[in-house]
């Protein structure tokens, strides 16, 4: 087969890049496809060639196999790379991009079709000698039958839909009576996801590890597994962290979970890169779950311990190359532990949080790597998955690898939507998670069915978002407007100049006080709290600071009235409410009525004609979940209503427009 010189990758973000980084190494050239709302997306600047293929919706634009095959040709991509996700496991499409001339780089049609439906693999497996979980994958779908073979098996029980995958169509039974009502939501669940109600069940593993198996394949018979990740920190069976190695794994279980993946692969003459999961029990008995016939999100753990570049291998295999090794060239060195960022609110049932993204700062450390599609200024859309970046460390042991990306984690800002990285770090600090000793149950254990539950606000909090505050005002008003030079910003003539802020956090209000008593250090009154802070080092977004006798480093961002800050592993959120108010009255004296922080439009109480008085309400603007009502400045008449309910909004975008009564 002839070398692959232009891949069009058929996914987006952090998926597309990651696999565009490594074919530009290669000198492979790249083409992006983007939907309407990815149109400012890195992906589409990262590739050498782009293709519009449709609207936000991924039934319009991503899923749509057409629109993908009509860009590879538009393009003249002689390769289709699917990433993960999407339809990197979709027979059909596999089928069409071969038939249409194209190398598809990933397993066959057959092997996906083999493979994507869980009974039909469960059988399959069962064939291969393959341990599985006892009970029933048959044909014979009815109720009756169900119910009938759930009593065999003996609870409790899964009901799984035998298509797709992500928890959906999935139900656990602890008892007989649950089990009619259990296989009606799952049909009903797995018909509206997958398009197809068929069901297995399986007795249910009670506390078990999720441990995958990397196989790879050529075409020319070759196949060895790279060794297991431990993906059982998961919530509603989504994974959120993943590592490698598995933290129990001993050299014999090793041996014969890969041998067993191994003839998992062979079983389906699979070829490429695909991830065999076995759920593995307190004793060291281990069950097939399924096979992922595809690279996986988590796969740079797996590259971190063996050195090998997954996707170069893929490229490399689908080319009709060989693997270049043999089962016992694969070496497992050191420990690698991946978190998934995702744009979530953990205290709130783990939603899916839009909005802009204010600021993303990373740390450049060795051994610290970012897969990562977003960056500062793009914005987040509710079209795709809440994923938004994966970080990855790596360290001679476990404990250097954890303690790492605490650091990393830490260190990493990522500003405008709610995200889990405070969460993520709450379960890196777990004694359990420390430890080693945990199961899929670790979320639900640790943490209850609430989920994250922030901390209340302190004094030091406060004193900590009033001093960037500060800071940023001083940046931007004095050097900006003023000209002042930098080496003044601290400096004031006057015995302790106050500066008073009254900020909003979680819904409440609070008033605050600077008072400058030298340059670059502080005293901040919180009520009957007052607190002495020292500003050390200043870089970009980070500051590091005394505060009370401790050292904190904090990352912050302003967008419009709206302040983000992150310290010691927290992530809080305020607006100053005098600056707000002060801005929207000085606002061309009240005539431009302008969004005062990036938001999300929830009601316009006025049109055009309308007379207006001084205090009426104009508009509400909702942000980060705190609602602010926009009022009117003057008395007058409104000329221009120029936004509409549920639009976004930029700070200072013009809202309104408003004749005075003098003009």
């Known amino acids: 087969m002839a070398s692959i010189r232009k891949i069009l990758i058929a996914n987006r973000g ?3 890049c990651r696999v565009m980084r490594t074919a530009k190494q290669l000198g492979i050239q790249t083409v992006a496809v983007y939907s309407q709302a990815d149109a400012g997306a890195p992906h589409v600047a990262m590739a050498d060639q782009a293709v519009l293929i449709g609207p936000g919706p991924v039934g319009q634009s991503y899923l749509v196999a057409e629109k993908i095959l009509q860009a590879a040709a538009q393009s003249g991509a002689d390769a289709i790379h699917p990433g993960y996700g999407f339809l990197s496991e979709n027979a059909d499409f596999a089928k069409a991009v071969e038939k249409a001339g194209l190398t598809f780089i990933g397993p066959t049609g ?15 497996m069962i064939e291969a000698n393959v341990p599985c979980v006892p009970g029933y994958e048959g044909k014979d779908q009815s109720d009756e039958v169900l119910i009938a073979e759930g009593e065999k098996i003996g609870y409790p029980i899964m009901v799984k839909a035998a298509a797709g995958g992500g928890g959906r169509g999935m139900r ?6 649950d089990l009619a009502n259990a296989i009606t939501a799952a049909r009903s669940e797995a018909e509206n996801a997958f398009g197809s109600g068929e069901l297995i069940l399986e007795k249910a593993i009670v506390k078990p590890r999720h441990v995958e198996v990397q196989v790879f394949a050529d075409t020319h018979g070759n196949i060895v597994h790279l060794g297991e990740r431990d993906c059982s920190v998961q919530r509603r069976h989504q994974k959120v962290i993943e590592e490698a190695p598995c933290p129990v794994m001993t050299p014999t279980l090793r041996d014969a979970m890969g041998a067993a993946a191994v003839e998992a692969a062979k079983s389906i003459n699979y070829r490429g890169a695909g991830t065999v999961e076995f759920l593995l029990d307190a004793s060291g008995a281990f069950y097939f779950l399924e096979m992922n016939t595809r690279l996986q999100v988590e796969h740079p753990v797996t590259e971190e311990i063996t050195g090998l570049d997954l996707v170069a291998l893929q490229i490399k295999v689908a080319e009709g190359g060989q693997l270049g090794m043999t089962q016992d060239d694969v070496r497992l060195s050191g420990h690698a532990i991946e978190v ?17 993204v204010s600021l993303f700062s990373q740390l450049a450390r060795p051994g610290v790597r970012y897969d990562t599609g977003i960056v500062s200024g793009q914005e987040i859309s509710p079209f795709y998955d809440p994923m938004i970046a994966k970080l990855i460390t790596y360290g001679d042991n476990r404990e250097a690898a954890r303690k790492l990306m605490i650091e990393a984690l830490h260190e990493t800002a990522l500003f405008g939507p709610r995200t889990n990285r405070d969460f993520l770090i709450a379960c890196l600090e777990n004694d359990k998670f420390t430890s080693g000793d945990f199961s899929t149950a670790f979320i639900a254990e640790e943490f209850g069915a ?10 030091r909090d406060l004193a900590v978002l009033a001093l960037r505050h500060f800071l940023f005002d001083q940046q931007n008003v004095v050097r900006k407007s003023l000209g002042m030079p930098a080496a003044l910003l601290n400096f004031s003539a006057a015995d302790m100049l106050r500066t008073p802020y009254r900020l909003e956090v979680k819904d409440t209000i609070y008033d605050v006080v600077v008072a400058t008593r030298a340059a670059g250090a502080y005293q901040i009154s919180v009520g009957e709290e007052s607190f002495a802070v020292t500003v050390r080092s200043t870089r970009d977004a980070r500051v590091e600071m005394i505060i009370d006798e401790q050292t904190i480093a904090s990352h912050a961002s302003m967008a419009g009235a709206t302040l983000f800050v992150s310290y010691l592993g927290r992530s809080l959120t305020a607006v100053n409410l005098l600056a707000l108010n002060a801005a ?3 606002a061309s004296d009240g005539r431009s009525v302008l969004a005062p922080m990036h938001g999300r439009v ?12 001084i ?36 700070a200072d975008d013009l809202m309104i427009s408003i004749a005075a009564e003098e003009d």
């Open 14 to 16: 952090e998926i597309a």
């Open 110 to 124: 057959e092997s996906i079709d083999l493979m994507g439906n869980k009974a039909a693999a469960k059988r399959r």
């Open 172 to 177: 656990l039974v602890e008892k007989s009576a």
């Open 340 to 356: 998934r960022l995702y744009a979530e609110d953990p205290s709130n049932n783990f939603l899916p949080s839009t909005g802009l």
């Open 450 to 459: 609430d989920g994250h539950k922030e901390a209340d606000v302190e004094g």
């Open 584 to 586: 929207n009255s000085d």
């Open 602 to 613: 929830i009601d316009v109480y006025v049109a055009a004609g309308d007379d207006v008085s």
């Open 615 to 650: 205090g009426d309400r104009l508009a509400t603007v909702e942000a980060m979940k705190m609602q602010h009502e926009i009022l009117a400045q003057i008395d007058g008449t409104v000329q221009d209503v120029l936004v509409i309910k549920e639009q976004q909004v930029a």
